[in-house]
């Protein structure tokens, strides 16, 4: 396998995982909601903190790779 093919592959899988993450919480909000009994604000509040910090991490994420590169980001 070519290492193109390799890193494409690399960066797919990674988008994948990271599309996994992104929707996880709805896929999981009702099991989640019973076991920890949450009622619906809570587990609102619980989705949107994650969803906060997830967003909050781009902006350092984008000024380490403008800094440093995707080479030396990425592995992070």
Same mark, same amino acid.
């Given at each position: #396998?070519?290492?193109?093919?390799?890193?494409?592959? =690399? @960066?797919?899988?990674?988008? @994948?995982?990271?599309? @996994?993450?992104?929707?996880?919480?709805?896929?999981?909000?009702?099991? +989640?909601?019973?076991? #920890?009994? =949450?009622?619906?604000?809570?587990?609102? +509040? #619980?989705?949107? =903190?994650?969803?906060?910090?997830?967003?909050?991490?781009?902006? *350092?994420?984008?000024?380490? =790779?403008?800094?440093?590169?995707?080479?030396?980001?990425? *592995?992070?």
């Amino acid at each position: #396998m070519s290492r193109r093919v390799s890193v494409f592959l =690399l @960066f797919t899988a990674a988008y @994948f995982i990271s599309y @996994f993450y992104r929707s996880a919480n709805a896929v999981i909000a009702g099991d +989640l909601a019973r076991e #920890m009994a =949450l009622n619906a604000g809570q587990l609102g +509040l #619980m989705t949107s =903190l994650f969803y906060a910090a997830f967003a909050a991490m781009q902006i *350092p994420l984008g000024i380490g =790779l403008d800094r440093w590169g995707s080479r030396w980001v990425t *592995p992070l």
